[in-house]
């Protein structure tokens, strides 16, 4: 079953990383403040960037990696996605 890493952009510029299955769905409870107690209290969030995995182990492993880049790496992680 396929699942996604997306990024959302924040009110306040940061960045924040999750996996779902229906990133649609997904997206309009972070819009609602029904997703994440962090980006409830930054919204509006917008989509920054998407990847699709193959299985939620990958997409799991991909959010850690995401995660663990430092802010300057992954606002270029979000500018490369935009490039494709």
Request: glycine fraction near 4%.
């Amino acid at each position: 079953m396929t699942h996604f890493v997306y990024m959302l952009r924040c009110a306040d510029s940061s960045l924040y990383t999750g996996v779902a299955k229906d990133w649609r769905d997904r997206l309009e409870l972070h819009m609602n403040g029904r997703a994440a107690k962090y980006t409830r209290s930054r919204r509006p969030v917008r989509l920054v960037r998407l990847e699709t995995h193959a299985s939620k182990s990958a997409a799991l492993k991909a959010e850690a990696a995401i995660k663990r880049l430092p802010k300057q790496e992954k606002e270029h992680y979000v500018l490369a996605g935009r490039s494709r």
